[in-house]
T-cell receptor, first 112, second 111 residues
Framework: NAGVTQTPKFRVLKTGQSMTLLCAQDMNHEYMYWYRQDPGMGLRLIHYSVGEGTTAKGEVPDGYNVSRLKKQNFLLGLESAAPSQTSVYFC???????????FGPGTRLTVT | TQLLEQSPQFLSIQEGENLTVYCNSSSVFSSLQWYRQEPGEGPVLLVTVVTGGEVKKLKRLTFQFGDARKDSSLHITAAQPGDTGLYLCAENTGTASKLTFGTGTRLQVTL
């Protein structure tokens, strides 16, 4: 059981470039989430999904898109990266039975 | 949007000392979780509290939920270097149980 995995671990982008972050979970969880973590601000929810084929906006969705084509994968896309999107991105998942969210190890993204 | 304030922001103590960190809200929590995050890793759940006045213990960690469910505390007895990390409180909101996180307390325990 790998739990929640994220790829890549690190990435440097130039302003205007695009990229996709991949989150995968092998626990058959229904719910998946994308957060960003910035110094002094805790974690903030970007987008989430309550099941395969569904997505919804969180607290800070602007500049990001997501897709959940398969139950085990949740993709986060940046269409045109901006320096304000420099952050550490965490993916999480959970079952429908408990409140506990399981987090991946994070992706550190720098936009120059 | 509910604001979760954690205090203190930073805490540096020596091994063996006791400490308490706090999580306060502008409104009533439905339920509250405490997570610990170590450098380079994602947060890991420590405990979930649901009922006002609830006290839960996890080895040397004691979690308390305020009677009015607007505040919570985490007390560590005889801190050890392995307790070093970022402690985050988070509230579950909505049917999708989205988490709203506090800003965290960064704890460093030295020998």
């Amino acid at each position: 059981n790998a739990g929640v995995t994220q790829t890549p671990k690190f990435r440097v982008l130039k302003t205007g470039q695009s990229m996709t972050l991949l989150c995968a979970q092998d626990m058959n969880h229904e719910y998946m989430y994308w957060y960003r973590q910035d110094p002094g601000m805790g974690l903030r929810l970007i987008h989430y999904s309550v099941g395969e084929g569904t997505t919804a906006k969180g607290e800070v969705p602007d500049g990001y898109n997501v897709s959940r084509l398969k139950k085990q994968n949740f993709l986060l896309g940046l269409e045109s990266a901006a320096p304000s999107q420099t952050s550490v991105y965490f993916c999480a998942s959970r079952t429908g039975q408990t409140y506990e969210q399981y987090f991946g190890p994070g992706t550190r993204l720098t936009v120059t | 949007t509910q604001l979760l304030e954690q205090s203190p922001q930073f805490l540096s103590i020596q091994e063996g000392e006791n400490l308490t960190v706090y999580c306060n809200s502008s409104s009533v929590f439905s339920s509250l979780q405490w997570y610990r995050q170590e450098p380079g890793e994602g947060p890991v759940l420590l405990v979930t509290v649901v009922t006002g006045g609830e006290v839960k213990k996890l080895k040397r960690l004691t979690f308390q939920f305020g009677d009015a469910r607007k505040d919570s505390s985490l007390h560590i007895t005889a801190a050890q270097p392995g307790d070093t990390g970022l402690y985050l409180c988070a509230e579950n909101t909505g049917t999708a149980s989205k988490l709203t996180f506090g800003t965290g307390t960064r704890l460093q325990v030295t020998l």
